[in-house]
T-cell receptor, first 116, second 118 residues
């Protein structure tokens, strides 16, 4: 069974600084997707970034980028130029391809606070 | 982009009553919808997967008679909490996977429903 681990329950960063959130996962699969979702105080889950396992190039979305290390089963999220609006709970998620179920497995989350 | 509407956002009910939560995909057809439960400061726990026109698949430990899921159309899934008790109080979130797939199997989430059972 797949598992997703986020070892940092809480983190804080000064506004405009850079922060990295860690995520590791365990799977024997070769084809899968990885995601980072953000859940602000409104509780709405918002997709931040996604990565296909077959792609070696790390995904980037504006200030958000990932460091995907497939062999190490690591998928960290880097937030550059942190903004107050980045304050949220961040969840890492794994989805196996080919099963037909499209089930996501979420990590336990990292609570990020951006300080003014 | 894809939007999922979840209603109601908050509901308070008396113990023993049933509550229905609706999840609608507004601008796409959702072949598969997922229902999650989230306890305070915890992660999302998958309760069940519903596919349009078929019975929902429940995760281990989730009572199918307590949490009734109906996915009667490609744009609507409902979760009914039957004979609710205070321990059912929680935040319930739905998500949908659309047709055509966005190319990355991305889930779109509703805004969630907070259920409080008195």
């Amino acid at each position: 069974a797949q598992t997703v681990t986020q070892s940092q329950p809480e983190m804080s960063v000064q506004e405009a600084e850079t922060v990295t959130l860690s995520c590791t996962y365990d799977t024997s699969e070769n084809n899968y997707y990885l995601f980072w979702y953000k859940q602000p105080p409104s509780r709405q889950m918002i997709l931040v970034i996604r990565q296909e396992a077959y792609k070696q190039q790390n995904a980037t979305e504006n200030r958000f980028s990932v460091n995907f290390q497939k062999a190490a089963k690591s998928f960290s999220l880097k937030i550059s130029d942190s903004q107050l609006g980045d304050t949220a709970m961040y969840f890492c998620a794994f989805m196996k391809l080919g099963s037909g179920t499209y089930k996501y497995i979420f990590g336990t989350g990292t609570r990020l606070k951006v300080l003014a | 982009g894809a939007v999922v509407s979840q209603h109601p956002s908050r509901v308070i009910c008396k113990s023993g009553t049933s509550v229905k939560i609706e999840c609608r995909s507004l601008d796409f057809q959702a072949t598969t919808m997922f229902w999650y439960r989230q306890f305070p400061k915890q992660s999302l726990m998958l309760m069940a997967t519903s596919n349009e026109g078929s019975k929902a698949t429940y995760e281990q430990g989730v009572e199918k008679d307590k949490f009734l899921i109906n996915h009667a159309s490609l744009t609507l899934s409902t979760l009914t909490v039957t004979s609710a008790h205070p321990e059912d109080s929680s935040f319930y979130i739905c998500s949908a996977l659309g047709l055509p797939l966005s190319g990355a199997n991305v889930l779109t989430f509703g805004a969630g429903s907070r259920l409080t059972v008195l």
